[in-house]
């Protein structure tokens, strides 16, 4: 009775219910511990359900906390909160928390610390990959006390859009299902979203194990070859090859995906690149199910200094051109700017004040 499922491998909770099985406590002692944690406990000793002899064993075999991140730096601006977080090994990883006027919240937590891909318009590309994040460092970034104590509930939606490549690191798969599992994360799958510049062998296995998922896939531009100079991957995995992924995804599950395109000043923001947009969207095999999201460019630390931002007006315009041809287009909503919001920034300054010298 109110048992919950067994953890998935791979987990410090899987360890620790292994743990619990073998050495005969009963199984509503493992349910008390992740209620616990859910309610904001940061070590076992604050466990105060659990027998002082259970709680003593658990913290001797784990550590005195099965919570992952400590926390670094955090910067604050109205509606928008952006943390840096530093695991155990001293790998370091931003999570930012929006709060919506609507009454609800998200979440945009970290996959990986830094990122491999080389993208150049980020500044998580300037980092270069330090390691992919565990499903634990992934998760606790949800359910982190910081958010609790601020926003006076957990997040209502989580987004995969932080620092990093999502679908690079397998271990994404197993924080998925975490946070979907009733008892544990308990979200659904609609609430949470996938970014990807086009991992293409993880995004069709995304399809196939979380269809409800919410999925964005970033093209940024449409013509091939200038592609792969600001995404890279372009040349491993293409655009074309992403977006057959897609149609058959949309085909099967009538979700709606989005395709991210950010707009840079004279880079990709000319009447050809919006027309070529135009004919990629309205190819699709279900064009009504794809939607452009437009984000303008901000400047990032470690990107391509000769990258800049386009108007406001340019950037409305662009989406207004985009609608008037047929194209389900919107603005993304962008806050934070103030402080670094956008990924991998407040990390890449950090790093460049440490560099300096004394």
């Not at 076992?44 to 400590?70: I, K």
């Not at 999502?166 to 544990?184: D, E, K, S």
């Not at 510049?197 to 970033?218: K, M, N």
């Not at 200094?305 to 207004?320: I, T």
């Amino acid at each position: 009775m109110n048992v919950l499922p067994t953890p998935p491998p791979g987990t410090i909770l899987a360890d620790v219910h292994a743990h619990l099985a073998r050495a005969g406590a009963p199984p509503y002692r493992y349910r008390q511990l992740v209620l616990a944690l859910q309610r904001g406990a940061q070590r076992f000793d604050d466990v105060g359900e659990l027998p002082r002899s259970l709680r003593d064993e658990l913290s001797a075999r784990f550590g005195p906390t099965v919570l992952p991140l400590e926390l670094v730096t955090v910067r604050s601006a109205p509606q928008v909160e952006k943390v840096l977080f530093e695991t155990r090994s001293g790998a370091r990883l931003e999570t930012v928390l929006s709060r919506y006027r609507a009454g609800w919240s998200s979440v945009c937590v970290s996959t990986q610390a830094g990122c491999g891909l080389g993208c150049s318009f980020c500044a998580t590309g300037a980092l270069g990959l330090s390691r992919n994040l565990s499903a634990d460092e992934i998760c606790a970034q949800v359910v982190h006390r910081r958010w609790q104590s601020a926003a006076a509930a957990a997040p209502d939606s989580v987004a995969f859009m932080g620092m990093g490549e999502a679908l690079a690191n397998p271990n994404v798969f197993t924080a998925l299902q975490l946070l979907t599992t009733a008892g544990y994360g308990g979200l659904s799958p609609r609430r949470i979203t996938v970014s990807t510049v086009g991992f293409a062998p993880s995004l069709e296995r995304l399809t196939r194990e979380h269809p409800q998922v919410t999925i964005t896939l970033s093209v940024h531009s449409p013509f091939p070859a200038q592609r792969a100079e600001l995404v890279p991957l372009e040349r491993r995995f293409s655009l074309a090859e992403n977006l057959a992924i897609l149609d058959c995804h949309v085909v099967a599950v009538r979700r709606k995906v989005y395709l991210a395109y950010l707009l840079i000043a004279g880079v990709n923001d000319s009447d050809d690149h919006l027309q070529a947009l135009v004919q990629l969207a309205r190819s699709r095999a279900r064009p009504e199910l794809f939607h452009v999201s437009v984000i303008r460019y901000n400047d990032a630390s470690g990107a391509d200094p000769s990258h800049r931002a386009p108007s406001s007006e340019r950037v409305d315009d662009f989406v207004s051109r985009l609608r008037a041809a047929g194209v389900r287009a919107t603005r993304r909503q962008q806050l934070g700017a103030s402080i670094d919001a956008a990924c991998g920034q407040l990390h890449a300054r950090s790093l460049l004040r440490d560099r300096r010298p004394s």
